[in-house]
């Protein structure tokens, strides 16, 4: 679970902002939107992100990806590549560092605050500690300036100068991804944070294409089943969303097969050859036993006295399919503990399904967490969400700051919506008078 994240000198960040998912224990309402962490420490399971097209709204998605990628890819950064990340409308940018925070909670139950600035030189400073959250010292896993390093458990010195020669070849690497190249650093709690940024926090962007959806619906029951009832739930017209397998032979004797590679197929002996149309996955090929396979997702659907017809995926609207690729992240938030951020989770898709979405997430008995931008203003109603888990985001002069709704004073009968739209709590466009 993400406790907070801190942004500096970040994309549209200039000053620093924090957006944290600490609830207001003094409202009552909507009490299961919130966790227990040790049963003493209350944590947020939603929040939604407002703000005008270009407020920045995205950009804490971007920071939250910035982390996993530097902790999980030694090569993801570069002197080129970071100076697209750091606020540019300022003198001699190129010469600033960007700052990020985050601290959060492992399934595992550990609470870390892993601390990175970067430069155009490479990272100055790195800390990993494990978090006291608040009622204790956080307790140092490592701390990391320039070359100089301070550990919880001390390495030996020729371990020591391993490091540091690594470091000097990969200035922009974060010590976290050390042990992917040599399993040097022996601290059981950097494994453990890695492993968080890895598998357990997910980002979805409004252009996010997952490739591998046709195996996850094929080879995870649980994920086909949670699909089939959350379609059902928000009434979609669809009964049940299945995958289908055959023998290629007998499908290609009845299909087209001009859209497909023979030349790859013919030499495929292992792996999955997807066919992708429109965003859409349509086809798998894989090999099974030797015998190669197509797989594709069908989706039940009900027409007038009772008749039933599997239809596949082109078929489906843009927001089923949207949807559809939303599924598996969703259930890992619902059943496994695991934190998910999604941009514009209304892309797509109507009000009402989003609506009911929420809604849905909410009802779950939920052990992980939701965090998404929206436009959506009917979210924006007490018995959907609590006024601590509405953030806006706003601009001026070209530098983004972020607040919670929490920040007014908001009775619980008064009509959130209503008052965003009038522009009671900022973060709305302002329009001027368009001549033509």
């Known amino acids: 679970m993400i406790l907070r994240v801190i942004l500096k000198n970040f994309l549209s960040f200039k000053e620093e902002v924090q957006f944290d998912m600490f609830p207001n224990m003094k409202r009552t309402s909507l009490s299961n939107h919130i966790s227990m962490f040790n049963d003493k420490l209350p944590v947020l399971k939603m929040a939604a992100i407002y703000g005008s097209n270009g407020a920045g709204k995205s950009n804490l998605l971007k920071g939250a990806d910035f982390l996993k990628e530097l902790a999980s890819n030694k090569n993801f950064l570069n002197k080129e590549k970071i100076e697209k ?38 990272i100055t400073f790195e800390s990993l500690q494990i978090s006291g959250l608040g009622s204790e010292e956080n307790k140092n896993i490592f701390t990391r300036r ?38 040097v650093l022996s601290d059981q709690n950097i494994s453990i944070a890695q492993k968080w940024f890895k598998e357990e926090l997910t980002i979805i962007g409004l252009h996010s294409f997952n490739p591998a959806l046709i195996g996850i619906f094929k080879n995870d029951k649980d994920i086909n089943r949670f699909a089939s009832e959350l379609f059902k739930v928000i009434d979609l017209g669809i009964e049940d969303v299945t995958v289908e397998t055959e ?33 859409r996955n349509t086809i798998d090929i894989s090999v099974e036993n030797g015998v190669q396979k197509i797989s ?33 992240a969703l259930y890992d938030a619902i059943k496994s503990h695991k934190t998910v951020l999604i941009d514009e989770i209304d892309h797509s898709i109507h009000p009402h399904l989003v609506r009911e979405l929420v809604r849905y997430f909410s ?21 959907f969400l609590r006024t601590d888990e509405v953030w806006m985001v706003e601009k001026q002069y070209g530098g983004s700051h972020m607040y919670s709704l929490n920040d007014f004073k908001v009775h619980n009968t008064i009509n959130i919506e209503n008052g965003y739209m009038e522009g009671r709590y900022g973060a709305i466009p302002f329009v001027g008078n368009l001549n033509m």
């Open 146 to 183: 320039g070359a100089q390093i301070n550990y919880a458990v001390e390495p030996s010195d020729e371990i020591k100068n391993m490091i540091i020669g690594w470091i000097e070849k990969s200035p922009f690497a974060s010590l976290l991804t050390i042990n992917n190249d040599m399993p």
């Open 247 to 279: 023998n290629f032979e007998d499908w290609a004797s009845t299909h087209s097969c001009n859209d497909i590679p023979m030349d790859k197929l013919r030499e495929m002996r292992t792996g999955v050859l997807s066919q992708v149309v429109d965003f």
């Open 363 to 383: 009802k779950q008995g939920t052990n992980g967490q939701l965090i998404f931008t929206t436009h959506q203003t009917c979210l924006l109603n007490q018995e």
């Open 296 to 328: 594709q997702i069908m989706f039940k659907q009900f027409g007038e006295n009772g008749f039933s017809k599997n239809m596949d995926i082109l078929a489906q609207s843009d927001g089923t399919v949207r949807l559809l690729s939303l599924v598996p």
């Open 85 to 122: 990340y750091i606020f540019a409308l300022q003198e001699n940018a190129e010469t600033e560092s960007l700052a990020l925070t985050i601290e959060f909670i492992t399934k595992s139950g550990v609470p870390f605050i892993y601390s990175v600035e970067v430069a155009n030189r490479g």
